[in-house]
């Protein structure tokens, strides 16, 4: 968000914080960011059978923050 969109630290966590319906200070929450992570499938620090990986992770995280990243825009573009 900060190179890419040319954000300071303040606006980036506003603009994600925002787009997932939690405070800024709910991104540092480790507690709470598992809980939503699991809830909108995008991914956890440890794998967990069942739940989103790598680019399919990277790939919603992109859909939810309308964001684009270079890894699945180049994934996308392979598929058929």
């Not at 925002?18 to 200070?25: C, G, N």
């Not at 699991?38 to 680019?55: F, H, Y």
């Not at 939810?64 to 598929?79: C, W």
């Amino acid at each position: 968000m900060q190179l890419n969109y040319r954000m300071r630290l303040p606006e980036a966590k506003k603009y994600v914080a925002d787009k997932l319906h939690v405070s800024a200070f709910d991104l540092s929450d480790s507690t709470v960011m598992r809980n939503l992570r699991e809830e909108l499938d995008i991914g956890l620090i440890e794998a967990v059978p069942g739940m989103a990986k790598g680019l399919a992770a990277k790939a919603r995280i992109a859909d939810l923050l309308d964001i684009r990243i270079d890894a699945v825009e180049k994934l996308k573009a392979k598929l058929p």
